[in-house]
């Protein structure tokens, strides 16, 4: 397999080109950049940067890759951006490597899909399977579970964590944590109910979306105690996986709150 390279693209000498890759016409490949088996660069992509990006990925026209932070704090340390395999990365979107303040390093993992001029700042930890619609924008230092999926126009704020297979609603602005399979909304984002849609294409079975639906209620539509209070004393009792997720989710650190219901919304999707 040889690889094909448009004659009016600029590939810097340092640059690693995996088997069979494909670069178009007017791509910019940094010197430290590497790509790996078949990645596409189909056109007017820009790659800088220590990026290293996996098999089988295909980049569309205008993205920026791997370009120093748009972080004041940057003083350009040699940072990293790793992306996984088999992500789809659409027009003008931007991702940026690490930070020292964030670990020196920005990571994506396998089978994302990036729609167009969606961003993901410097310092983020994105799964497996996760889907940033148009405009989807992520802050520093945000987390992101895998199977995630945030709607058009989104955004979320610096230090925030999105647990796996959370739904964040179009024009939504997350500002304090997701549970894992919650679904949030709203201009001030807040919690509406679980992700069921996603808990039932990943063929969860029946009882441990019951479980997980009553866990919910008692922790978020009952009174009593801290959120960490509620989540300390169910602790022992939860049995699924699911159940287990989320309660850990909960009750490991982080640096903001979580999402909760409106309080005059609490029981309009979950209650029933």
């Known amino acids: 397999m ?4 448009h004659p009016t693209a600029v590939i810097a000498a340092g640059a690693k080109l ?3 890759v494909s670069i178009g016409p007017f791509c910019v490949v940094g010197e430290q950049v590497t790509l790996g088996d078949r990645v596409r660069l189909v056109s007017h992509v820009a790659i800088d940067g220590d990026t290293e990006i996996g098999d089988e990925t295909e980049i569309f026209p205008f993205a920026s890759i791997g370009h120093r932070p748009q972080d004041k704090k ?6 990293r951006l790793v992306i996984g395999k088999r992500n789809v990365i659409r027009e003008h979107v931007t991702m940026n490597p690490g930070t020292e303040g964030g670990g020196l390093i920005t990571q994506v993992g396998n089978d994302c899909l990036f729609m167009a001029s969606s961003h993901v700042a410097h ?3 994105i799964g497996n399977n996760v889907i940033l ?3 989807a924008t992520l802050a520093g230092h945000v987390h992101v579970g895998d199977g995630v999926i945030l709607g058009g126009l989104s955004a979320v704020h610096q230090f925030a964590r999105i647990g796996a297979y959370a739904f964040i609603g179009g ?3 997350v500002e304090k944590d997701v549970i894992p399979y919650g679904m949030v909304i709203g201009e001030r984002a807040h ?15 029946r009882e441990a979306i019951h479980a997980l639906r009553n866990l919910y209620k008692q922790l978020f539509l009952q009174s009593g105690g801290t959120l960490n209070d509620r989540a300390n004393s169910l602790n022992e009792a939860a049995k699924t996986t699911e159940e287990r997720q989320l309660l850990d989710f909960i009750l490991n650190d982080s640096s903001r709150s979580f999402c ?5 919304k609490a029981d309009s999707r979950e209650a029933a």
Request: with cysteine.
């Open 2 to 5: 040889t690889s094909t390279i």
């Open 18 to 20: 995996g088997a069979d």
């Open 74 to 79: 940057f003083k350009g340390e040699n940072s």
């Open 123 to 125: 310092d983020c930890m």
């Open 133 to 135: 619609a148009n405009n």
């Open 171 to 173: 024009m939504a602005a």
């Open 191 to 205: 919690l509406a109910g679980l992700n069921l849609v996603g808990l039932k294409r990943r063929n969860v079975e």
């Open 260 to 264: 909760t219901p409106a309080l005059d």
